[in-house]
C-alpha cells in the first residue's frame, strides 16, 4: 500500500488518505509536476515543475529527502 504524505513549505506533515492520482498531485502542487528521487529507498518526491521559475517558497524539509546528487540547485 502506498502511503502519501504531504509536507508543505511551512514545515506541517500530514498523511493523505484520498487517491492521490495525476490531477490531484498537480492540484497540490499548483502545476505541473515532476518526479525527484529521494534518499529514502523505493520513495520519489513529487514537486512542482517550474516552482523554481516561478520563485515558490523554498522546501527544507522535502529538500533534505532528496538522493544525494540530485538537485541542479541546492533546494525545492
Known amino acids: 500500500m ?7 513549505t511551512d514545515g ?3 498523511e493523505c488518505s484520498e487517491k492521490m492520482d495525476i ?4 492540484k497540490f ?3 505541473y509536476i515532476e518526479m525527484v ?3 529514502i529507498p523505493h520513495r ?3 514537486v ?3 516552482g523554481l521559475l516561478n520563485e515558490l517558497p523554498h522546501n527544507v524539509k ?4 532528496v538522493k544525494p546528487g540530485t538537485l541542479v540547485l541546492d533546494f525545492i
Not at 490531477?23 to 498537480?26: C, K, T
Request: proline share 3%; hydrophobic share 45%; net charge negative.
Open 37 to 39: 528521487p529521494s534518499n
Open 48 to 50: 512542482n515543475e517550474e
Open 29 to 31: 502542487v499548483g502545476g
Open 12 to 14: 506541517r506533515e500530514e
Open 2 to 8: 502506498n502511503v502519501v504524505r504531504k509536507i508543505y
Open 23 to 26: 490531477a490531484a498531485m498537480q
Open 62 to 65: 522535502a529538500t533534505a529527502l
Open 44 to 46: 520519489a518526491l513529487v
